[in-house]
């Protein structure tokens, strides 16, 4: 590879991960070509996207970031693949659990990003399948700002919309 094309990868890259809020880095050794491609299709599917490339070329485009990501620089080593999401930051984690039910173990988490914070290591695997989406938490606040309202009007229409319903219905609260 000339380092023209290099560059050329380093700067695609380094576009890609501002473009994305939510970025996995993968350690897939130990797997087939069979099984990487099978990996693949399964990310496809989850709409997230996965790429194999130099430890070399992820931790210079990371560095052309404004982010801090200076541990992840640690976990470059071996083979590594990056999973970019742009709506959800739990999907590739739930990917990459769903696929280690078929191969034990494989692949393995080294690092993410969510947001710009940082997560080094497979412990938080179980962390990151947790999360919540941004419009899973938008879905709960609304529902939750909803309640009240729904509550004044179910008392409301309990009382068969009539004001001795309601006065009836307040005395009772009282007491």
Avoid: W
Avoid at 159 to 173: C, Y
């Amino acid at each position: 590879m000339t380092k023209e094309e290099k560059g050329q990868i380093i700067e695609e890259l380094a576009e890609k991960f501002s473009q994305h809020n939510h970025f996995y880095i993968t350690d897939a050794s130990g797997l087939t070509v069979a099984q990487i491609n099978a990996f693949r299709r399964l990310c496809f599917n989850a709409g997230v996207e996965y790429r194999v490339y130099k430890n070399t070329l992820i931790k210079k485009a990371l560095e052309k970031q404004t982010g801090n990501y200076e541990e992840l620089y640690k976990v470059l080593h071996g083979f590594s693949g990056v999973i970019f999401s742009k709506e959800s930051g739990n999907a590739p984690a739930r990917v990459i659990k769903e696929y280690r039910k078929k191969i034990q173990g494989r692949p393995g988490l080294k690092g993410a990003s969510i947001e710009s914070t940082v997560f080094v290591g497979e412990e938080h695997l179980d962390t990151l399948v947790e999360l919540k989406s941004k419009n899973e938490l938008i879905g709960e606040v609304v529902s939750l700002l909803q309640s009240p309202a729904k509550n004044v009007l179910s008392a409301l229409l309990s009382g068969k919309q009539t004001v001795a319903g309601l006065v009836k219905a307040l005395e009772e609260r009282k007491q």
